[in-house]
């Protein structure tokens, strides 16, 4: 159903919905971190008259107040009763003494009060895990309890929130207001988990609508109030998260509080009990272990007034059933937006498959979308969403499979996410291009990091580079012949993917090619120390930053001008019969190699800036020496590099400065836009 427009003179206020836990010093303060980046000023969070007589809790809310207070306008849900005084030993029971919750309200008010305006009294209420009805059929205790909280909270000041509906229902209102609880209250509550636990979800304007009409009939004007929604990516739906957020956004109501600001953590509970139901740990803008989603980092770089105007992001393209495009999976990165540039500009269609995890791609796909118009399709959707991806390779013409955890340093912070991305992610793939009926060739780009560290291999060491002591391998560099041995996460993850390749050739006829990469530079790429370190250079030394090399800055690459790549990458799928299920070292090759410590001089050079560098321990997996042996695909296919280290550097440096708004530095003549 189509969502409602909001016809308030202003947006409603956007809050987050977080829990703490007595104890969680180190998670507020980080949250904090996050409210100031996404310009979060709301926060809902609970306190627990349960925990409220443990010993440390009063002290732990103290400081909890006190922290936030400075950030955020706090709105404290005031919920579950203490065991000990229930009617039964839960948390979800009715007290005893339904005055009780009153004077805990008040004890929070003259303890609290100063830091908060309003109060929201319990959670969930027509939800059973939150309140046990069973113990209260006809509602008189609950509505005995909160009538009296409500009074005494507006006694002392403070205006009140009534614990929000979940599911909404406009029956359970009425009996609230039959029950006069309404009569104390400034605001209703209302949570929606579209598609996720409310499955049959009529659209907002609806659910607001049959709301608004119970306090109308009663002759009641109180705010309705989306105290809690959101939308869980345990199925590693993020476009669908953003969507439903971009929906809500929509809604004719006052406040709105997003829930969550992070993942629950696995080795909590929930309410209801211990791990229950996957759904409940991943409605966060953040995993766990940190992890931004796609709706983060889109609030992150554009903040909500950007939020409407992304409309490069599309959950699913309809595919038509005659139709064919090629199929670049990871398709927004750098080498994707090069590669899908090349072929619309031949005139072929084009789908891009990205779920935009990486910082900068969507402006990748903004431009090659500006460029290219309506021969590019956008399918934003993560690789393991099996049954998009299925559809998507059922008319694929040919496949490049990009998409991939693409940095050593990651992996070892993150060894789940490198897993689920290059091994799952992979097989998920190669799977669907099984079960296809036409099985479109594949071509798949490893690395270099699955030869390991080559430590056995002697090294001599000049002033400014290391260079092996076997003048054959020199010459040549180092071929397809040299033993896999993985190391790091990452070298394990795309070593693994790349035997599956392999394998499903000999095993189930795909035709498949798969290249294990050197560096590739050039126009389109974000460097970071991590990956993409040609362009992570230029452009530390365009805009005065440090650098930081780790190890001595004498390890040696080749590295490949990304239009030379493409080249390649074009041969191999003119030629796949003949090179199915092969593999190929591709990179610069040895009359394309250079050392950190000279790519240093020559950007110094270029760009004509001293730069800022420090040095820092080897990290882990790293290649003193990594040149490729590109021989048998030059000899397979007639490839070979047209672009030199200086050019390329060259061609890369004006890419970075038109792009960034960077004056041409004097070194170098102004010329034409290059054609990249």
């Given at each position: 159903?189509?969502?409602?427009?909001?016809?308030?003179?202003?947006?409603?206020?956007?809050?987050?919905?977080?829990?703490?836990?007595?104890?969680?010093?180190?998670?507020?303060?980080?949250?904090?971190?996050?409210?100031?980046?996404?310009?979060?000023?709301?926060?809902?969070?609970?306190?627990?008259?349960?925990?409220?007589?443990?010993?440390?809790?009063?002290?732990?809310?103290?400081?909890?107040?006190?922290?936030?207070?400075?950030?955020?306008?706090?709105?404290?849900?005031?919920?579950?009763?203490?065991?000990?005084?229930?009617?039964?030993?839960?948390?979800?029971?009715?007290?005893?003494?339904?005055?009780?919750?009153?004077?805990?309200?008040?004890?929070?008010?003259?303890?609290?009060?100063?830091?908060?305006?309003?109060?929201?009294l319990w959670n969930e209420p027509n939800n059973k895990v939150e309140y046990d009805f069973t113990l209260d059929y006809s509602w008189n205790k609950f509505s005995t309890m909160i009538g009296m909280a409500a009074h005494w909270a507006q006694k002392r000041g403070k205006k009140t929130l009534l614990g929000g509906m979940s599911p909404i229902d406009p029956n359970w209102l009425q009996m609230m207001i039959e029950q006069k609880?309404?009569?104390?209250?400034?605001?209703?509550?209302?949570?929606?988990?579209?598609?996720?636990?409310?499955?049959?979800?009529?659209?907002?304007?609806?659910?607001?609508?049959?709301?608004?009409?119970?306090?109308?009939?009663?002759?009641?004007?109180?705010?309705?109030?989306?105290?809690?929604?959101?939308?869980?990516?345990?199925?590693?739906?993020?476009?669908?998260?953003?969507?439903?957020?971009?929906?809500?956004?929509?809604?004719?109501?006052?406040?709105?509080?997003?829930?969550?600001?992070?993942?629950?953590?696995?080795?909590?509970?929930?309410?209801?009990?211990?791990?229950?139901?996957?759904?409940?740990?991943?409605?966060?803008?953040?995993?766990?272990?940190?992890?931004?989603?796609?709706?983060?980092?889109?609030?992150?770089?554009?903040?909500?007034?950007?939020?409407?105007?992304?409309?490069?992001?599309?959950?699913?393209?309809?595919?038509?059933?005659?139709?064919?495009?090629?199929?670049?999976?990871?398709?927004?990165?750098?080498?994707?937006?090069?590669?899908?540039?090349r072929f619309l500009a031949e005139g072929k269609r084009v789908m891009i498959y990205d779920s935009l995890f990486r910082d900068g791609v969507e402006e990748n796909l903004q431009w090659l979308q500006k460029e290219y118009g309506e021969k590019l399709i956008v399918q934003i959707s993560d690789i393991n969403e099996s049954r998009i991806l299925q559809q998507c390779v059922n008319n694929a013409s040919e496949i490049f499979h990009?998409?991939?955890?693409?940095?050593?340093?990651?992996?070892?912070?993150?060894?789940?996410?490198?897993?689920?991305?290059?091994?799952?992610?992979?097989?998920?793939?190669?799977?669907?291009?099984?079960?296809?009926?036409?099985?479109?060739?594949?071509?798949?780009?490893?690395?270099?990091?699955?030869?390991?560290?080559?430590?056995?291999?002697?090294?001599?060491?000049?002033?400014?580079?290391?260079?092996?002591?076997?003048?054959?391998?020199?010459?040549?560099?180092?071929?397809?012949?040299?033993?896999?041995?993985?190391?790091?996460?990452?070298?394990?993850?795309?070593?693994?993917?790349?035997?599956?390749?392999?394998?499903?050739?000999?095993?189930?006829?795909?035709?498949?090619?798969?290249?294990?990469?050197?560096?590739?530079?050039?126009?389109?790429?974000?460097?970071?120390?991590?990956?993409?370190?040609?362009?992570?250079?230029?452009?530390?030394?365009?805009?005065?930053?440090?650098?930081?090399?780790?190890?001595?800055?004498?390890?040696?690459?080749?590295?490949?001008?990304?239009?030379?790549?493409?080249?390649?990458?074009?041969?191999?799928?003119?030629?796949?019969?003949?090179?199915?299920?092969?593999?190929?070292?591709?990179?610069?090759?040895?009359?394309?190699?250079?050392?950190?410590?000279?790519?240093?001089?020559?950007?110094?050079?270029?760009?004509?800036?001293?730069?800022?560098?420090?040095?820092?321990?080897?990290?882990?997996?790293?290649?003193?020496?990594?040149?490729?042996?590109?021989?048998?695909?030059?000899?397979?296919?007639?490839?070979?590099?047209?672009?030199?280290?200086?050019?390329?550097?060259?061609?890369?440096?004006?890419?970075?400065?038109?792009?960034?708004?960077?004056?041409?530095?004097?070194?170098?003549?102004?010329?034409?836009?290059?054609?990249?």
């Amino acid at each position: 159903m189509k969502e409602i427009k909001n016809t308030n003179e202003t947006s409603p206020a956007l809050g987050i919905l977080e829990w703490f836990r007595p104890g969680e010093y180190d998670e507020v303060r980080s949250a904090i971190e996050d409210f100031n980046k996404l310009g979060i000023k709301h926060l809902r969070t609970g306190i627990s008259w349960a925990d409220w007589y443990v010993e440390g809790t009063k002290e732990w809310y103290d400081w909890l107040f006190a922290e936030l207070d400075p950030h955020v306008e706090i709105l404290p849900c005031f919920l579950y009763t203490p065991p000990s005084i229930g009617e039964m030993a839960k948390t979800s029971a009715p007290p005893k003494d339904l005055k009780a919750y009153a004077d805990f309200i008040d004890e929070m008010i003259t303890r609290y009060g100063k830091y908060f305006e309003w109060v929201e009294l319990w959670n969930e209420p027509n939800n059973k895990v939150e309140y046990d009805f069973t113990l209260d059929y006809s509602w008189n205790k609950f509505s005995t309890m909160i009538g009296m909280a409500a009074h005494w909270a507006q006694k002392r000041g403070k205006k009140t929130l009534l614990g929000g509906m979940s599911p909404i229902d406009p029956n359970w209102l009425q009996m609230m207001i039959e029950q006069k609880v309404l009569d104390c209250i400034d605001a209703i509550g209302i949570h929606g988990f579209p598609h996720v636990f409310d499955q049959q979800w009529k659209g907002w304007e609806v659910n607001i609508q049959s709301i608004r009409e119970v306090l109308d009939k009663f002759g009641y004007h109180q705010e309705i109030w989306i105290s809690e929604v959101g939308f869980s990516t345990w199925q590693d739906d993020e476009v669908k998260q953003y969507q439903e957020f971009k929906n809500v956004l929509n809604a004719n109501t006052q406040r709105i509080y997003w829930y969550s600001l992070k993942d629950l953590d696995p080795k909590n509970s929930t309410v209801g009990g211990f791990h229950l139901d996957e759904r409940e740990y991943h409605f966060g803008l953040k995993k766990t272990d940190g992890t931004k989603k796609l709706l983060y980092k889109l609030l992150e770089k554009d903040g909500v007034e950007g939020i409407h105007q992304q409309d490069y992001i599309k959950k699913q393209y309809k595919i038509q059933e005659q139709e064919k495009y090629t199929l670049i999976t990871g398709g927004a990165g750098f080498i994707g937006t090069n590669l899908a540039s090349r072929f619309l500009a031949e005139g072929k269609r084009v789908m891009i498959y990205d779920s935009l995890f990486r910082d900068g791609v969507e402006e990748n796909l903004q431009w090659l979308q500006k460029e290219y118009g309506e021969k590019l399709i956008v399918q934003i959707s993560d690789i393991n969403e099996s049954r998009i991806l299925q559809q998507c390779v059922n008319n694929a013409s040919e496949i490049f499979h990009l998409c991939a955890q693409v940095a050593v340093t990651s992996s070892v912070t993150n060894p789940i996410h490198d897993f689920n991305v290059n091994i799952s992610g992979t097989f998920h793939l190669l799977e669907a291009i099984r079960k296809s009926k036409h099985q479109p060739p594949l071509i798949f780009t490893s690395t270099n990091k699955v030869y390991g560290n080559l430590q056995d291999v002697q090294m001599l060491e000049k002033e400014t580079r290391y260079y092996p002591e076997d003048a054959k391998m020199k010459k040549y560099g180092i071929n397809e012949k040299i033993p896999l041995d993985f190391h790091s996460p990452y070298g394990c993850s795309k070593g693994a993917a790349d035997q599956y390749i392999l394998d499903y050739s000999r095993t189930y006829g795909l035709k498949t090619v798969v290249f294990r990469m050197s560096c590739i530079y050039g126009p389109h790429q974000f460097g970071t120390e991590d990956q993409g370190w040609v362009a992570h250079f230029l452009i530390s030394a365009l805009e005065n930053r440090p650098v930081t090399i780790y190890g001595n800055g004498k390890q040696v690459r080749d590295i490949l001008f990304v239009n030379d790549l493409i080249d390649a990458f074009q041969l191999a799928h003119k030629n796949i019969e003949k090179l199915t299920g092969q593999v190929f070292n591709i990179g610069g090759g040895p009359e394309n190699t250079v050392s950190l410590l000279e790519i240093l001089h020559i950007i110094k050079d270029k760009a004509g800036k001293e730069m800022d560098i420090s040095f820092e321990d080897w990290r882990t997996g790293d290649q003193f020496y990594y040149v490729s042996n590109t021989n048998k695909f030059k000899e397979a296919t007639g490839w070979s590099p047209k672009h030199d280290v200086e050019e390329g550097v060259e061609k890369l440096l004006r890419w970075l400065c038109e792009n960034r708004n960077i004056e041409l530095p004097e070194t170098l003549t102004p010329e034409k836009k290059i054609a990249i």
